[in-house]
C-alpha cells in the first residue's frame, strides 16, 4: 500500500478560481514533507518543504498546511492561472542516518481552463 | 548554467536491446538517484548513489544497471531483463547527508521499447 495518498486523483477548474489539494501519508520515521509542480513531459520542480514543526508555508500563490498529528497535508492554489494546469506531486522525506528516502504520491492532474 | 540534464529526451528501442541513458549535473552534487515514473503511480528509485564509485539498489533495481565513475555523471542502462521498461525515467541529485537537503530533478527520458 502506498505510504502517501493523494487526492482527488484530477481535477478541472476555471482560471481564477480557487482550489484544494489533499496528501495523507503514513510514512514514518518523519522528517519533512514537499509539494511539488511537474509540468508534463518535464521533471518536478519544489513548491514548498515542510518541517514538522511547520504548519502553513507559503510561495506566491501556493500555500501548503502541514498537520503533523493527524498526518495530512494540503495545497491550497489562489486565484489559478492556465500556467497552474500540471500535476501536483505530494512527496514525504522519511528519516535515515544521513539521507532522506522520497516517498511519492502519484499526484493530482490539475486543468484550469480559460 | 548550472542544473541536471538528460538525454536524449526521447528514446525508442527494440525489445531484447540494452539501452543506456545519461544524467550530468554541474551542481556539485555528492549524491545522483534514479527514478522510474508510470501513469497513475508515484516514482520509484531504481538506484542512487551518495559518492563516486559508490551506489546502492533502490526498489526496483532488477533489470537495471548503473555506474559513477565521475561526480557529476550516472548513466542508468536498462537491460533486456527488465521486463516492462516503458516508462519515463527521472534522474537527480543532492547533497548527501542530511533528509533536508533538497532533490533536484532533471527534464527526464521517455524510454518506448517495441
Known amino acids: 500500500k502506498n505510504q502517501v495518498e493523494q487526492s482527488p486523483q484530477s481535477l478541472i477548474i476555471l482560471e481564477g478560481k480557487n482550489c484544494t489539494l489533499q496528501?495523507?501519508?503514513?510514512?514514518?520515521?518523519?522528517?519533512?514533507l514537499r509539494w511539488y509542480k511537474q509540468d508534463t513531459g518535464r521533471g518536478p520542480v519544489s513548491l514548498t518543504i515542510m518541517t514538522f514543526s511547520e504548519n502553513t508555508k507559503s510561495n506566491g500563490r501556493y500555500t501548503a498546511t502541514l498537520d503533523a498529528d493527524t498526518k495530512q497535508s494540503s495545497l491550497h492554489i489562489t486565484a489559478s492561472q492556465l500556467s497552474d494546469s500540471a500535476s501536483y506531486i505530494c512527496v514525504v522525506i522519511r528519516q535515515t542516518d544521513s539521507w532522506g528516502k522520497l516517498q511519492f504520491g502519484s499526484g493530482t492532474q490539475v486543468v484550469v481552463t480559460p | 548554467d548550472g542544473g541536471i540534464t538528460q538525454s536524449p529526451k526521447y528514446l525508442f528501442r527494440k525489445e531484447g536491446q540494452n539501452v543506456t541513458l545519461s544524467c550530468e549535473q554541474n551542481?556539485?552534487?555528492?549524491?545522483m538517484y534514479w527514478y522510474r515514473q508510470d501513469p497513475g503511480q508515484g516514482l520509484r528509485l531504481i538506484y542512487y548513489?551518495?559518492?563516486?564509485?559508490?551506489?546502492q539498489k533502490g526498489d526496483i533495481a532488477e533489470g537495471y544497471s548503473v555506474s559513477r565513475e565521475k561526480k557529476e555523471s550516472f548513466p542508468l542502462t536498462v537491460t533486456s531483463a527488465q521486463k516492462n521498461p516503458t516508462a519515463f525515467y527521472l534522474c537527480?541529485?543532492?547533497?548527501?547527508?542530511?533528509?533536508?537537503?533538497?532533490?533536484?530533478f532533471g527534464p527526464g527520458t521517455r524510454l518506448t521499447v517495441t
Open positions: 537527480a541529485s543532492s547533497i548527501w547527508g542530511s533528509s533536508t537537503y533538497e532533490q533536484y
Open positions: 551542481l556539485n552534487h555528492d549524491a
Open positions: 496528501c495523507n501519508y503514513t510514512v514514518s520515521p518523519f522528517s519533512n
Open positions: 548513489s551518495q559518492i563516486v564509485n559508490d551506489f
